[in-house]
């Protein structure tokens, strides 16, 4: 998929296609449910419940992500996708807990599968579509540097191994007549679920959190430095240090300090610093680089218990 295609793609018009898919799934895994009397397509249909609800919040968020800054939020409005990210992991959590309550229902009380080959034909239909847009929003979330893409993408994901796990335990109750495997299948597909669920929520805490950037972002920022630093037999000309990062949805932020000799004027100083951040700013998309000018022979001090008097 190449880069023109992913950038119409954006996170608004992906998320708006996952509430049309998440409909027509959810009437598939519905009528599946329905013709087979399955516990194990009913936890199926389920998920695709909150994959719409999941949508639908994601859809607002990024729209509220999108808003240029105002005076009440200077620093813009990106950090609303991580709710995204978070509530949708605690749809899943509570998704998981409705499917293991009507397994448990099912595990004392078994019943008869009905047209399992319609069920499962519907079925497989249903996670055909979802890995299909799985696959093409992972793509988009990494040109975009949208969490709730990624979300979203993952439940999808989630929700593909969900009816791969469904189809094989139908399977096997329709040629052993096991019934007790259906809800066995549910409540394995429900711990799955818990696990997809909190690791969405966790994600989500770190970057309200102002979690740095990617390792290999830090990377890419040191080297881009080092081509600015410069240094005289022992004595250092330009430097830097203090360099502090964080994360907020699409947006990268980079802080630091830039030590230059007293004797330089504003006017220079002013301009090196700006190739600096231009630099920063095109080696890394995405990225709001900070800098503050220092002569070489002045150190700031952070987390000195006098700052905190």
Known sequence: MNSATLQWLTPKRLLMASVVVALFTITLKTL?????????????????????????????????????????????????????????????????????????????????????????????????????????????????????????????????????????????????????????????????ILKEGYHLIWRSSQGLMDEALEPEVLVTINETLAGFAHQRGETEIVRFDHLTTRRAGQRRFVDLHMHMPASWTLGRAAAVRGSVEQALMSAVPGLRATIQLLPSDVEAHFDDARDLI
């Open 32 to 192: 599946a449910w329905y013709v087979t009397d399955s516990v194990g397509l009913l936890s199926d249909a389920m998920e695709s419940l909150v994959n719409l609800a999941s949508a639908l919040f994601g859809l607002v968020m990024v729209t509220v992500a999108a808003r240029p800054a105002d005076d009440d939020h200077p620093y813009g409005h990106h950090k609303a996708e991580y709710f995204s990210s978070g509530f949708e992991g605690i749809l899943i959590i509570a998704a998981a807990m409705g499917i293991i309550w009507a397994a448990g229902h099912r595990f004392f009380d078994p019943q008869p599968i009905t047209q399992v080959g319609w069920g499962l034909s519907l079925s497989v239909a249903s996670s055909a579509l979802n890995g299909l847009l799985a696959w093409v929003m992972f793509h988009a979330a990494r040109e975009h540097r949208s969490i709730a893409l990624e979300a979203d993408a993952k439940h999808l994901v989630t929700d593909v191994w969900t009816s791969a796990g469904v189809v094989v335990g139908l399977t096997l109750v329709h040629f052993t007549g096991w019934l007790w495997l259906d809800p066995v299948v549910a409540i394995a597909v429900a711990l799955n």
